[in-house]
């Protein structure tokens, strides 16, 4: 079971920046895919950003595209999302997740796809 841990989240007025960690509660040598969800208050859980093991391979919802920045450091066994020029209708609770992989190059866009998921960091944004 791998527990992960997201930080950096918090108030930013609209045009602002943010960068989210995530990472496991301890170390681990196993390779996974990862990827960043939000979820709005009364909205599903959505994909906003997915990351291959070797970082190959990335993913980006339209809506961030150009303005959210996914990238990891297996050394340090973290995951970021740097998130620029953000708008009132970024605020949402960001999770990240993981899911074991065979293939470093593959990446994960579907929720049910992942195994593994952090708690959870609030990012709101102020008009």
């Known amino acids: 079971q791998v527990h992960l841990v997201e930080s950096g989240g918090g108030l930013v007025p609209a045009g602002g920046s943010l960068r989210l960690s995530c990472a496991p509660s301890r170390r681990t040598f196993s390779m996974y895919a990862m990827g960043w969800f939000r979820q709005a208050p009364g909205k599903e859980r959505e994909i906003v950003a997915a990351?291959?093991?070797?970082?190959?391979?990335?993913y980006y919802t339209d809506s961030v595209k150009g303005r959210f920045t996914i990238s990891r450091d297996n050394a340090k066994n973290t995951m970021y999302l740097q998130m620029s020029s953000l708008k009132p209708e970024d605020t949402a609770v960001y999770y990240c997740?993981?899911?074991?992989?065979?293939?470093?190059?593959?990446?994960?866009?579907?929720?049910?796809?992942?195994?593994?998921w952090g708690q959870g960091t609030q990012v709101t944004v102020s008009s």
């Open positions: 990351i291959s093991w070797n970082s190959g391979n990335t």
């Open positions: 997740a993981a899911d074991d992989t065979r293939n470093p190059g593959s990446i994960r866009t579907m929720r049910y796809a992942y195994d593994y």
